[in-house]
């Protein structure tokens, strides 16, 4: 037997508790002992043994209030504990064992029997330990790669808009950049007009903060932000950053977006993720309607209040989706897309960091046109 299994013995009796500490060491076993129950857990949390033996009949604190005690703060796959009782004590055994006793033995010992069941109890305490540390390890590396599905997921959908941001910053760009080659000659020839320069100025302002928003969008979206805390931030801020990367995709197919209500709220949230729903929402309803040919095209965000719930719908133009696909729709990897064109976790992983802010992510079924319905606490 391993030297590492370490056991305390609880019983007032001195005789028998030399008896069982005698038995326990010649078999390889460490012991500590206790006269009283009383400040057991004290002794448990110092000691931190593999088992306890614990008498029921006691003066100071009966084993089963003790038992009781002890199960308030570990459970039988964390500590076995095996009571010790006389065989006329059968009513107090059955108490012992509804209290969350591991097993008992009783007095005089036959050794080879409650060694067989202190080895049992070990064995099984040991196991349990291993599973509960394997199941950590794999909890972990689950959410480690899920982190890592949410990341991937958010790259691609960033790498697909590229060409369209670039657009929308090289647009304002050229205007900068021709504005001020025509300040520049105008300094260097000594023509420079104070209405003209006030208006090229004011241009140059306006196409940079053009330029500015769009970066905040990407830097909001991007980031990393699965364990930051929450803040608070004003709906308007993210429907502006959604507006913003989404802008080229939606102007090429002569998408209307759309926003309604109340977006003046704050919103306790963590920026990042409610915009990698929102912007997934927003891509998805294009890929859905572009294909409308000459039907109006339209996006709407709408926002709203209720107690200290906020409400925010996407709605698109297009006509629902059948009952068949909505009963897959939350599935990780279901995609109705091309090949190749849809991982079919984007709106898997929405739900997902929508329930981590305490709130729901559902379709409706009861809308003529498609929707998803965002529930978030306002905190």
Request: aromatic letters at 4%; proline letters at 3%; one cysteine or more.
């Amino acid at each position: 037997m391993s030297d590492k299994n370490k056991i305390l013995i609880i019983d007032d009796n001195e005789v028998e508790r030399e008896l069982s500490r005698m038995m326990l060491e010649k078999n390889g076993y460490l012991v500590v002992e206790q006269s009283s129950a009383i400040s057991c857990l004290q002794t448990i949390a110092e000691e931190k043994p593999n088992l306890v033996l614990l008498d029921i009949m006691m003066p100071d604190m009966d084993g089963n209030q003790a038992l009781q005690m002890i199960r308030s703060k570990y459970s039988a796959l964390e500590l076995p504990i095996v009571m010790v009782t006389s065989k006329s004590d059968a009513t107090d055994v059955v108490e012992s064992l509804k209290f969350g006793a591991s097993d008992y033995i009783t007095k005089p010992f036959q050794f080879d029997v409650a060694l067989r069941r202190i080895q049992t109890h070990l064995t099984i305490g040991l196991q349990s330990a291993t599973l509960r540390e394997l199941n950590e390890n794999l909890e972990s590396r689950v959410k480690e790669q899920a982190s890592k599905l949410v990341g991937a997921e958010k790259m691609k959908a960033l790498g697909e808009m590229t060409a369209g941001i670039a657009h929308e910053i090289n647009s304002p760009l050229s205007v900068i950049t021709v504005y001020s080659n025509n300040l520049l000659k105008s300094a260097q020839q000594g023509f420079l007009d104070s209405d003209e320069v006030t208006k090229m100025s004011s241009s140059m302002v306006k196409n940079a903060e053009q330029i500015a928003r769009i970066v905040r969008g990407i830097k909001t979206y991007s980031r990393k932000d699965d364990s930051d805390p929450m803040e608070s931030v004003q709906v308007a801020r993210l429907i502006e950053n959604v507006s913003e990367l989404c802008k080229s995709d939606y102007k090429k197919n002569a998408i209307d977006l759309k926003v309604t209500g109340n977006t003046d709220v704050q919103l306790m949230c963590r920026p990042g993720q409610i915009l990698q729903v929102l912007l997934n929402l927003a891509n998805n309803a294009h890929d859905a309607i572009v294909s409308l040919g000459n039907e109006e095209r339209w996006v709407e965000f709408n926002i709203t209040e209720k107690e200290n719930w906020m409400l925010i719908s996407v709605t698109d133009s297009g006509h629902g989706i059948s009952k068949e696909v909505v009963q897959k729709l939350m599935q990780p990897f279901f995609t109705t897309k091309e090949s190749g064109k849809g991982t079919g976790l984007g709106l898997s992983i929405s739900k997902t960091l929508i329930e981590s802010h305490g709130g729901t992510f559902e379709y409706d079924k009861n809308s003529p046109n498609t929707r998803f319905l965002i529930r978030l606490p306002k905190r």
